[in-house]
């Protein structure tokens, strides 16, 4: 095999420690190459968010559908017990309104376990897709970087929510439908720092970004042109949104895919050269 | 193998060219220079992996992988998968230390070189 290193100590010790960095760094950047997998996430993640699509109605907490549910857990109770707490608490639902289908309950709270879990396989077939490959991905580099990407994203949210003076701990941390799919940005972000993966971390940031206006809209911001419209349009509602959010995944995805793809032949051609 | 050029650059220019001293023969050899850079990028790789990428015959790797290992900068670790025999590499805290010298020396000869 001809290597840079060796044609260049012909041409005396700048080409030689030259060829040996580009090698060195055409090594690397081949075998991070090998372990490329975030557009199966991307892709993995924008199906899921498209299956949410048709519950998007009834559990995204947007303030664009004239609703404003303001806690998941009350909402919750609400649901089991069948008494409203739309219009007026404690009295019956009106037509419309949450109404006690308990259906409607586990379809909103599914995504709480459904979204970590499926974090948790794509990193076990991560895991074992390297081992199959001969190169085991670094354990603490992901910790390190999911430890860093959730701290950045959540500090940069309570600067936001203070900076607004909102009513963050109702509106936030107890919020509803938004606050779960957060795990998927901050876990986009993580793995594009991590694979090196601009296009993976730009989608990574849009989705948190875009789930950040949506509660913007909640904190009475008013620069979200889609909120509360006084005769809602299908752009309008939450159905909209939620594509939206798919749409950003499944697009980068494909990108991402493309990119990796050429990675993989421009990381073969360095390594060959 | 540019153990030898790697020589020359030491011995024919050591007191001009500070970072040289830096550069160690353990870890400058392009070979073991290839094992630590991959290694450094994975939690741990598989021998086969390591013989494609550097394009290398079983018996040359092994040799310098004998020799990385008793310089204490990866560990070898040897397994089954299933009836398939598999070889594990793992770098050590002291061989991602020795890559960021070699590396560091590297770019800083560079530099210089490319000043003069």
Known sequence: MATSALSGAQHGPRAQAAGLLAA???WRARTRAQMNGAWVSLLGFGVLSLAAVPFAWNTYNFGAHGR???????????????????????????????????????????????????????????????EARGVVPRRDLWT??????????TTALTGLLL?????WEKDVLQNTYVSPWYVIGIGLLALGLAEH?????????THAALLTVYLGAD?????????????????????????LLAAVLLVAASAEWAAAHRRARSGAGTVAA | MSTGDATTVRDGQEEELHPTRSLDDTV???????????????????????????????????????????????TVEKGY????PRTWITLTREGAQALETELRALRELVRRLDGT
């Open chain 1, 24 to 26: 060195a760094e055409g």
């Open chain 1, 68 to 130: 404003n549910l303001n806690s998941y857990p009350t909402f919750a109770y609400a649901e089991l017990t069948g008494l409203c707490v739309v219009h007026e608490p404690g009295t019956p639902c009106l037509e419309g309104e949450f109404d006690g289908a308990v259906l409607r309950f586990l379809a909103w709270g599914v995504w709480f376990v459904l979204l970590p879990l499926a974090w948790v396989v794509f990193a076990r077939w991560y895991r074992l897709r390297g």
């Open chain 1, 144 to 153: 390190r970087t999911t430890l860093v990407t959730t701290t950045a994203v």
């Open chain 1, 163 to 167: 900076g607004w003076s909102a009513s």
């Open chain 1, 197 to 205: 993966s601009w296009i993976t971390a730009a989608a990574g940031v």
């Open chain 1, 219 to 243: 904190w009475g911001t008013g620069w979200l042109p889609l909120q509360q419209p006084a005769h809602p349009r299908w752009t309008d509602g939450p159905h909209f949104k939620a594509l």
């Open chain 2, 28 to 74: 400058h050899q392009r070979v073991r220079l290839g094992v630590l850079a991959i290694a450094r990028e994975a939690d741990r790789v598989e021998f086969g992996f390591l013989k494609r990428e550097l394009g290398v015959t079983d018996g040359n790797l092994s040799r310098h992988l004998k020799v990385l290992e008793e310089s204490t900068l990866i």
């Open chain 2, 81 to 84: 998968a299933g009836r398939r």
